[in-house]
């Protein structure tokens, strides 16, 4: 029988990862894993090879994705939750992302943690 020692998703890609104790796997995969990116101005994806410092904002979210928690590295946090905005397509290694755009205080956060100005989209399909 198959076994694993962890678990690692990632609530919004390229932020940090969590290790849940337990994972619900269905056919989509983990719900709650890469539910969200980040995009810039341009429409490309924006991940921890482009922004490494990325990986220590810590992110969780449910499994709806309709509530998110952001944790910076300085102690702020940003916990609310997630209002849609615009419908956005955005290329993801070969593949789309197809969302909407997270209104709110998210993006003007990881902007500023980011040094240059980044989008939260919420993919409409876990």
Known sequence: MPRASRFSIAPVRSLGLQHPAYIDLTGSGVVEDRRFF?????????????????????????????RLR????DGSVIDDEVK????????????????HVVEGPWGAALSAFAGRVVELVRCDHP
């Not at 429409?43 to 979210?61: E, F, K």
Request: proline residues 10%; hydrophobic residues 40%.
């Open 38 to 66: 980040l995009r810039d101005p341009a429409n490309r994806l924006i991940d921890r090879i482009v922004i490494g410092p990325l990986v220590q904002v810590a992110a969780d979210t449910d499994p709806d994705g309709m």
């Open 70 to 73: 952001l944790t910076f590295p």
């Open 84 to 99: 849609l905005g615009q419908a956005v397509e955005t290329p993801i290694y070969g593949r789309t992302g197809i969302g």
